[in-house]
Structure formats: structure tokens, C-alpha cells
């Protein structure tokens, strides 16, 4: 793992497969075949307004394509609307957008992160690129002899048709291999958001894994996921393309991790940042982080900000580290210039969870979904609560700071809801309780923010405003 996590806060990198221009042709997004695909997907589930979400370099393509089909859809009523900005990146659906249209479908186009979306169906249009097949099918052979071998083929979407054509030739080759499938909406993936031919993922991580691809979030989340010895990666991007053979669990970017992880055990408070609005599962997993900190008398603020840069997370001072709940292939919480930890959710899972303690990075995962209920790293939050009792009386000693911390794990109430995970009793004096929440940390600084002062105000006309730059407005009443 190199490039794709040199430079952590731009995401962009990540989702855009490299061309050799900036822009993408036409040609690698849109043909006759995807138009008739996308209206008969329209006509089967009668839609009316529908939303075209399109990355920035394939957005100059807009025009044609809605173009041609409005051409196709005839006289029916269809209402075509292209989402120019994403709210969070552009592999994920942006339901947001398409929501301010009233769009009731969409039509998304370029690399996706396949996340599961529950309210609004949608249609994926993947870019077609190619790669040299009869190079691949000699480099494997040469690296793998054995025709016997099981072997396991995944790729980056991008890639789908282009894999689909070498298929036939790939088992013809090794007739016991398995080439992966992009599980349909309707469809129980395996992994992730494959679809394998033998139903049931293996448990196992002897059969021989074949990524074709760029070496990216894609690439290691299915390398992490199978926990498979034996991955071989076909770095498209590269001039010099090869077969290589790589481990994704030892990877530099990954090992820096650790230290994101003992910050979040030493954190009093942290800041849940939700960058996504439409992944399936996001408010179960951010119900569970707070579960997880109120285990470890650990204060919550949930914070939703848009899109997630150093400069925005600088204004919470207070917060001691950062969870980022958000796609699966958000790489921004591998950057270095955020002034406190970012963490990923299954990060502050082996911070706060006490039963990863002897097993740090055992096993990884950057998408949410492993952590719910039939998830593959799932554990009960209730059972986690009940050993971190028995730890009460356990010291543990900080890497950072060097110092003894005491896990002071707190009684859990009765009808314990997600959003009071952060209110307390606390002794007030003269036998009373006064009851205090994470707010309460802000009510001593001496600027807390705007006063509205909502009634206090006599009513007044609306006027015109000040413009022009600051060395001499325009219409300065103080003039």
C-alpha cells in the first residue's frame, strides 16, 4: 500500500481512476448499451424524476447523456436532473442532492463504493476500462503453475466488463477458480458487495486471492476481508504492470494506526463525525460507538459537518479524538494534519471495545457493516460492558502520555437510550443530584456562540446590507 495513502485528505485520489487525460471519454461511461439498460430500469420501477449523479470528470458527458435519454424516453413524463456537487464524495450516492429534486431514483455513474442505500433505488453505471488479458493470464500462469489451484478473482468495478470477457479464458485455465460478482440489490452479498458462485464465503484464507486493479481502499478492504496469505495484486495504473504479490495487514499507513488507537483510549471525550446520510447502518454504528465510550465513561458529540477537512474539525478544541463514520473507501482518516486523531469506526472499536485489547489489528476493517449484528467482527455491546466491570479495578498505562489510566466504568440505567448517553448524575451537595450532559462542558467559556436573543428584539424593516471589501463598504451607515 503506497500512493493511495500518501495524502490521506484527498479522497478524489481514490475514486478516479487514472486516464490519460484529465477528463474521461466518452466512450469509458456511456454507450447505447448502458442507455437502453438505464431505460429500462426507469420503466420497471416507474419512475418519474430521476436524479443523474456524475463524477467531475465525467460531468462534461451530462448534456449528451440526458440528451439521448430523453430522445429514447419518447413522450412519457421523465424529469432528468444532474447532481453537479456530492455532499460527501462522489463513490457514494448522494441521496442528499437527489432529495432537494424530489428525485424518486438515480442513476449513478463512474467507480462506486457499492454501499448498501435503503431509501431510494439505484441504478450503477461503472466505467469500462480495459487491461492487457492475454499479459495477465501469462503472469499467472507463470506465478501460479498449478492449474488445480482455487483460485479467487476480485476487481475494481471499473474493471467489470473487461473481466467479464476474460473469464472464460480464466477457467478455462484453472477450472476450480471463482470469479466474483457484483451482488444485485435484491442480493445476499458473500463479501462485501460480492457475489461468489459457491454462496458461502470461506472461512479459510488458503485459496489464492487475484485483485485486478489499482492499489487502493477497494484493493484493501476485500484483501482484509478474505484474510487471505496469498494476494496477488495487478496494478492497472502502473506502466509497468505485473503481477505482484502483497499483504495488505503490513502495510506502513497501517501501522501508524496504533497510535491513533492508544489516543483514543486515553480520550475523556470524543466527536462522532457522520460523513454519510445514506449508508445503510450508519446511526446503528454510531448508536453503538456511544454505547461503547458511555461503557468507558468516555463524553460523545455527535457532529455532522459535510464534507470533512482539518480546518472544520479545528474549531472542537475540546474533543480529544475524532470517529469518522462515513464510506468505506473515505481514506481522510489516514491524513496527518488534523490537529486531533481521526479514527475510523472499527479504530475506536479496538480503543473503547476492551476485548480487542490482547489482538490490536488482528484483523482490520474500514467498513462500518462488519461491526453490526451478522457482521463478521460483531460483539456484543452488553457483554462489553460487563467485562469492562470486571476490569474496573485494572490501571492501564498510556503509551502516550506514560501515565496510569483507570478505566471507571459507570452503572448502566435503566431504559438506557442512545440519545442520553451523555447525561450524569452528579453530587451537588446537601445530599442533592443535579443532573449534567456533555453540554455542560462548553457553559464556562466566555464566547459561546451567536445570541440569537429570540423575543428580545424590537421588529424592524429589513434593509439593505454593506457590500464591497472591507477597507470601504458600500453603503456604510458609518460614513
Known amino acids: 500500500m503506497s500512493s493511495a495513502f500518501s495524502s490521506g485528505d484527498s479522497i478524489v485520489q481514490n475514486q478516479v481512476p487514472v486516464t490519460a487525460g484529465d477528463r474521461l471519454g466518452l466512450a469509458d461511461i456511456w454507450n447505447d448499451e448502458q442507455r437502453d439498460r438505464c431505460l429500462r430500469w426507469i420503466q420497471k420501477h416507474n419512475l418519474k424524476r430521476v436524479a443523474l449523479q456524475l463524477p467531475d470528470s465525467a ?14 424516453a419518447g413522450d412519457c413524463e421523465l424529469a432528468l436532473f444532474v447532481l453537479a456537487d456530492t455532499s460527501y464524495g462522489s463513490c457514494c450516492v448522494d441521496e442528499i442532492a437527489a432529495a432537494h429534486a424530489n428525485a424518486d431514483g438515480i442513476v449513478h455513474f463512474g467507480h462506486a463504493c457499492l454501499s448498501k442505500v435503503a431509501r431510494i433505488p ?13 499479459h495477465l493470464l501469462a503472469a499467472l500462469s507463470q506465478e501460479l503453475p498449478d492449474c488445480t489451484v482455487a483460485l479467487r478473482c476480485f476487481y475494481e468495478v471499473a474493471y467489470a466488463n473487461a473481466v467479464a470477457r476474460v473469464k472464460g479464458a480464466l477457467l478455462a485455465r484453472y477450472p476450480s477458480a471463482t470469479v466474483a460478482t457484483v451482488a444485485e440489490p435484491d442480493q445476499q452479498a458473500d463479501v462485501l458487495c460480492w ?22 481502499l477497494s484493493f484493501f478492504n476485500t484483501a482484509v476481508a478474505l ?4 494476494c496477488y495484486l495487478y496494478d492497472t495504473s502502473r506502466p509497468d504492470r505485473q503481477l ?8 506502513k499507513w497501517l501501522r501508524r494506526r496504533y497510535y491513533a488507537i492508544e489516543r483514543c483510549m486515553d480520550a475523556r471525550s470524543i466527536g462522532i463525525v457522520v ?27 455527535l457532529i ?9 474539525l479545528a474549531n472542537f478544541i475540546d474533543i480529544d479524538c475524532f470517529v469518522l463514520v462515513g464510506c468505506p473507501e473515505n481514506d481522510v482518516f489516514t491524513s496527518r494534519e488534523f490537529f486531533r486523531p481521526l479514527l475510523s469506526v472499527f479504530e475506536a472499536e479496538m480503543g473503547l471495545n476492551v476485548t480487542w485489547r490482547e489482538k490490536l489489528l488482528a484483523s482490520y476493517t474500514i467498513n462500518f457493516a462488519d461491526l453490526l449484528p451478522d457482521g463478521r467482527l460483531h460483539s456484543d455491546v ?13 490501571a492501564d498505562v498510556s503509551l502516550v502520555s506514560g501515565r496510569a489510566r483507570h478505566v471507571a466504568v459507570r452503572e448502566e440505567e435503566e431504559a438506557t437510550d442512545a440519545n442520553d448517553t451523555c447525561t450524569d448524575l452528579a453530587p451537588k451537595g446537601k445530599n442533592e443530584l443535579a443532573q449534567i450532559s456533555s453540554a455542560d462542558q462548553f457553559s464556562n467559556r466566555s464566547w459561546q456562540g451567536l445570541e440569537q436573543k429570540l423575543g428580545q428584539d424590537a421588529p424592524a424593516l429589513v434593509q439593505e446590507g454593506r457590500s464591497g471589501i472591507p477597507i470601504r463598504y458600500q453603503n456604510d451607515p458609518t460614513d
Open 195 to 216: 457475489k461468489l458462485d459457491e454462496g458461502v464465503r470461506p472461512s479459510n484464507g488458503e485459496r489464492p486471492v487475484l485483485y485486478i486493479g489499482r492499489d487502493n
Open 244 to 251: 505482484v504479490r502483497t499483504d495488505a495487514f503490513g502495510a
Open 275 to 301: 460523513a454519510t446520510l445514506s449508508t445503510k447502518g450508519y446511526l446503528e454504528i454510531v448508536s453503538r460507538v456511544q454505547r461503547l465510550a458511555k461503557a468507558r465513561g468516555v463524553r460523545t458529540y
Open 59 to 72: 460531468l462534461h458527458h451530462s448534456v449528451q447523456i440526458v440528451s439521448e435519454l430523453r430522445d429514447v
Open 122 to 134: 439505484v441504478l450503477y453505471v461503472f466505467l469500462q476500462l480495459t487491461f492487457d488479458e492475454e
Open 304 to 312: 455532522s459537518i459535510g464534507k470533512v477537512n482539518p480546518e472544520k
Open 227 to 230: 484474510e487471505t496469505s496469498q
Open 382 to 394: 452488553e457483554e462489553v460492558s460487563a467485562l469492562a466491570r470486571e476490569a474496573n479495578d485494572t
